[in-house]
């Protein structure tokens, strides 16, 4: 038999149908294959025991003929996103051992789909991370290594060598997808964290349009940018997986109450005839020659396919990156003020209230949450408030007027690159100086400030044999056509699948 932890997700639900393997099978695979994938830190915990009893459930429903749309397929959960019964800490030390009552609408709607949770998947610490550096459980390992370099796993497990990040702040539903230690995981996206891992990964990442998939039960980093997501091994899985995420939910006040359509419909559809805005704006000073060469590809991969490319102007483009820096500080600031240690996780005791709330905040929170939890308060404070913040939401506007503006004009989606660069070394960036790291957001922020569609695609490798990505910007509420047009670079390029299990 094929090795089960090697099919895409839409394979997976294939055999399943086909009764070529069980769920129990598949589940067994997927936990041994995480058990021996330790080394990689992509989850904070595994639920086997979970897993192989809604594994059995989904072989019953089979068995009937009930089966839902992910009926028995094994899949990953971003520690971001509460869990019913099971440990959710957001991957900081200050919700300690926290057990939620109840399940997020997002997740809760999977399990609705007869899917199987493998466990809980390592994240930057609150979402606040662009290379997955920040978790309290220690930083994830990317399975991609440069060529030639000496990387592996030593008796202990431990990671020997020079390693790479995948990417964050869902840095462990990448690592853990492109390592098949899922088949696909949840992941969320403030400023780029689901399609920036899934460019250093090799997988396919979408940020749905901001309303399109439920908040209520994920853990709160930035409330008007953040947005729920799936990462897959390719574009189909994605669009299987959105399908079930997506939906109006009446608990969440931000969430749109409007159909969802059948996604996978759109891969492999004619993209004939469409408009591919290319925005001079992202053609940066000092871009690396690689970027541009694989941006001047997907170009021609979409034009070969009966796509039109145009050239467009998104001006606001370059205020983008500081604009963000000071909105989502200053949501998260006001976030994070729930920790306190009255109501739960840690708690450090204090001579008197504020001592305890000082005291708890300072050992709770790592470097990089306390870092934004002092800018965003700053921008926010009397007499900064409309100098900082208040200017922030007026270029905000002028970003998502931009996009309307091309759109208005018969543009059918922006073709970008993901990523500066590819995957860096743990600890090459962000310790000195961390607007470097900052800057990783670059391509990827304007679309959570215009709550726009994001997707991004794996189209090529660097010198050093690591995958690179592009990305895709669409209309609100058409992440169709972002399929379509994906799929067509995926088809191109080909799949990206990690072939030496050196951490195994």
Not at 122 to 144: I, K, L, R
Request: net charge neutral.
């Amino acid at each position: 038999m094929t090795d089960l932890t090697r099919l895409t997700l839409t394979e997976a639900r294939d055999g399943l149908k086909a009764k070529t393997f069980s769920s129990t099978e598949l589940t067994q695979a997927h936990v041994a294959a995480v058990e021996k994938g330790r080394a990689l830190n992509a989850y904070v915990l595994e639920t086997p025991e979970h897993a192989l009893k809604q594994a059995a459930a989904s072989d019953a429903r089979l068995a009937r003929g009930e089966a839902g749309p992910l009926e028995g397929l094994p899949l990953g959960i971003k520690d971001l996103f509460a869990t019913q019964g099971v440990r959710t800490t957001a991957c900081s030390k200050i919700l300690g051992n926290f057990v939620p009552a109840y399940e997020s609408t997002v997740s809760s709607q999977l399990w609705r789909d007869g899917a199987v949770m493998l466990g809980k998947l390592n994240n930057d610490e609150f979402a606040m991370g662009s290379s997955n550096e920040t978790s309290a459980f220690g930083n994830v390992v990317n399975p991609w290594r440069r060529q030639g370099s000496n990387v592996g796993a030593g008796a202990s497990g431990a990671i020997e060598g020079n390693h790479l990040v995948p990417g964050g702040s869902s840095g462990g539903s990448a690592s853990a997808v492109a390592a098949d230690l899922c088949l696909a995981a949840t992941a969320t996206d403030t400023g780029g964290s689901i399609r920036q891992p899934a460019a250093f990964t090799g997988t396919v990442g979408i940020k749905p349009t901001y309303g399109r998939c439920s908040r209520w039960g994920v853990v709160a980093f930035a409330s008007s940018l953040d947005q729920a997501g799936p990462i897959g091994k390719t574009v189909r899985d994605c669009a299987v997986m959105l399908r079930s995420m997506a939906g109006h939910d009446p608990k969440d006040t931000t969430s749109v109450d409007m159909a969802v359509p059948d996604y996978e419909k759109s891969v492999g559809r004619s993209v004939k005839g469409m408009k591919i805005g290319i925005p001079k704006e992202y053609r940066l000073d000092g871009m690396s020659p690689e970027i541009e060469a694989l941006w001047q590809q997907g170009i021609a991969w979409l034009k070969a396919a009966g796509a039109e490319i145009v050239d467009i102007s998104l001006p606001h483009t370059k205020y983008a990156l500081p604009a963000y820096y000071i909105v989502a500080p200053a949501e998260a600031s006001s976030n994070l003020a729930r920790y306190d240690g009255v109501r739960y996780g840690l708690r450090v005791p204090g001579k008197d209230i504020v001592e305890m709330y000082e005291r708890t905040r300072a050992e709770g929170f790592g470097a990089e949450v306390k870092r934004r939890i002092m800018i965003g308060t700053y921008v926010l404070s009397a007499g900064y408030y409309d100098a900082y913040y208040l200017r922030a939401q007026k270029v905000r506007t002028l970003i998502k007027r931009d996009f309307e503006t091309v759109y208005a004009d018969g543009i059918d989606a922006v073709l970008t690159p993901a990523t500066p660069s590819a995957a860096f070394g743990i600890g090459e960036k962000g310790s000195a100086d961390p607007v470097e790291m900052y800057l990783n957001d670059i391509f990827t922020v304007t679309v959570n400030m215009a709550g726009l569609p994001g997707i991004a695609v794996p189209a090529g490798r660097d010198v050093q044999g690591l995958p690179l990505g592009l990305q895709l910007i669409g209309r609100p509420f058409d992440e169709e056509t972002l399929f379509s047009l994906g799929e067509v670079i995926e088809q191109a390029a080909g799949r990206f699948p990690v072939r030496e299990r050196w951490w195994a």
